[in-house]
C-alpha cells in the first residue's frame, strides 16, 4: 500500500524515453471515491491505466504521450484542487462530523482505496459514499453502536 502524502511530489518519468515529464500534484478519484483515475502532473492528466508503477523514487508513465488535459468540469475540478483530500472535512451521511482527512491508503498495483486517517480514526474504504469540493461523506456506523442505541 502506498499513501497519498508519499506520492505527492514524487517525479514522474516516461518508462519510452526515460525522461522525467514532471512531478506528480494530485491524483483524481472517481465519485464515489473508490480508485485512482488519473494522476495530475504539472497541468495535466494520466489516465491509471497508463501508470505502469508508483514506486519509492518514482511513478512511471507509459510514455509522454499518455499526458492529457483535464477533460469535463470534475476533471477541471480537480486539477484546480477542489477534490484534494488532505484537510478535507469527513462527515457521516448521518450528519455527524468524523474530523478531517490526514491521509489515505491506496494500493498501488490497482489504484483502490484501501484506508482513510482522519484526526478521529481510521475508515475503511467499504464506508465511501461520495467526495465534493465540501467535504468527504462517508456511511454512517453509529446507528449499529451500543452508545447510539441508548
Partial sequence: MKRLSELVGTRVMSRDSAERVGKLERVVFDNPPRRITAVQVGKSLVDWEAVSGLGTDAVVI???EALRSPSGR???QA????Y???GKRVLSDGGTEIGTIVDVEVDETTGMIESMETTASRLGADRLVALGSYCLVVADDARAAPDAQA
Fill in 79 to 82: 486539477v484546480a484542487g477542489a
Fill in 74 to 76: 470534475r476533471e477541471d
Fill in 84 to 86: 484534494d483530500w488532505k
Fill in 62 to 64: 507509459d510514455s509522454g
